[in-house]
């Protein structure tokens, strides 16, 4: 009837709008889900295991073993399950009269076994399954279907936790400062690429007066707990500045976080700068010690950093120490991240020359973490450059 396809081909479009909502059809391979495939192969004894996504007329493996990364979807075992949104299970397709004669039965792989769990988008729309195969018959226990279906669900969750994250990244980028310094005669630019969805590095600038204040700072740890101590740090930092000088601010914020970090057992590396309309900088640099400054005639001046991390106690409080940005000058600051991906002590001539190179703070920031990528990123990376101009 042409209600009942109607319906079919809204329900298809519902679900393909939710598995384009997960942002992870053709990704690479992610450690997270990897190991969950290599323990059900391990459980179930096969030679092959999919996480497999419906993607219109393929089936896509976001990570698989024993089998290729795609295939079509037509007459597909992982489609009827998608389909009637429950476990299917075969013991012998070559005796199973809805299976006997399907191309991947009397074709390659010669499935004989398939045992599979819907997956669901966070909006209930079974999107894919956890499935199980082998070429030789089995019959499984119904403690083995209670495990499938337990790995499925920890499928489910990880597929879920990247929406989240999504959210929350969107959230955080809400956060990064949108308006340049009031003050004339600068230029500021920053950017980041995360390792994960939400980045433990974070970057700010804002005014103070006839002043204005720059941060970076680098949680040590990766994720959503990372980001929302950054977050803490951050607003803790903007807050005291209006009432306090630079070192109170940075005590105010170390104070605000240390109960965080001492239960996620982590820090907080920190360069606090407060920029003057004369070109004088005073900052903090708690235990980051990757801030520099190029100068427009040459030379590189490496900031060295005094002072312990927030979250590290420390005997005496964290003194600014102080810099002048002379015309042309820039104060630029990375994080480690991309002191790993360009290759140690090597991100600094390399650094030193995009910044030379570049006529803008934006387009020498856009390099930096160009070149970082083209690296090996393991980490979070950013950047932020502060140009005064050469008049």
Not at 11 to 18: G, P
Not at 36 to 64: C, E
Not at 208 to 227: E, H, L, N, R, S
Not at 310 to 336: K, M
Request: aromatic fraction near 6%; include cysteine.
């Amino acid at each position: 009837m042409v209600v009942e396809a109607d319906t079919v081909q809204q329900a298809e479009a519902a679900r393909q709008r939710a598995l384009s909502g997960l942002g992870v059809l053709d990704s690479g391979p992610e450690a997270r889900f990897d190991r969950i495939t290599r323990l059900a192969q391990q459980l179930f004894g096969v030679p092959m295991v999919s996480i497999t996504l419906l993607d219109r007329d393929r089936q896509w493996r976001k990570s698989h073993i024993g089998l290729t990364s795609e295939a079509p979807r037509e007459k597909a075992f992982c489609d009827v399950t998608v389909r009637q949104d429950a476990a299917l299970i075969v013991d012998d397709a070559s005796v199973d009269d809805r299976f006997a004669d399907n191309p991947f039965v009397v074709g390659d792989p010669h499935l004989r076994f398939y045992a599979g769990e819907p997956l669901h988008a966070p909006g209930g729309e079974a999107v894919g399954t956890l499935c199980v195969l082998d070429t030789v018959p089995h019959t499984l226990t119904l403690q083995q279907e209670r495990v499938l279906r337990d790995l499925a669900s920890w499928v489910e969750d990880e597929l879920n936790r990247d929406d989240e994250l999504d959210r929350a990244a969107i959230a955080q980028k809400g956060l990064l400062p949108r308006r340049k310094p009031r003050a004339p005669g600068f230029d500021v630019a920053a950017g980041c690429d995360p390792s994960r969805g939400v980045s433990g590095d974070f970057y700010d600038w804002y005014d103070v007066g006839d002043d204005f204040c720059v941060t970076m700072g680098d949680v040590m740890g990766k994720g959503m707990a990372a980001a929302i101590v950054g977050a803490s740090v951050r607003t803790a930092l903007r807050s005291a500045m209006d009432f306090a000088d630079l070192s109170d601010s940075v005590e105010a914020a170390s104070r605000l976080v240390e109960e965080d970090l001492d239960q996620l057992a982590t820090f907080v590396t920190l360069f606090h700068a407060r920029v003057h309309r004369d070109g004088e900088i005073e900052y903090v640099d708690a235990g980051h010690g990757l801030a520099m400054v190029v100068r427009a005639h040459g030379g590189l001046d490496r900031l060295p950093s005094a002072a312990l991390p927030l979250g590290l106690p420390t005997p005496e409080p964290r003194t600014p120490d102080t810099v002048r940005l002379g015309p042309g000058d820039s104060l630029v600051c990375i994080s480690d991240g991309i002191l790993d991906a360009i290759g140690g002590d090597r991100a600094f001539p390399v650094v030193e020359a995009i910044v030379r190179g570049n006529a803008t703070p934006g387009g020498a920031v856009s390099r930096i973490l160009s070149v970082a990528r083209a690296g090996v990123p393991i980490d979070d990376s950013t950047a932020v450059v502060v140009r005064r101009s050469d008049r």
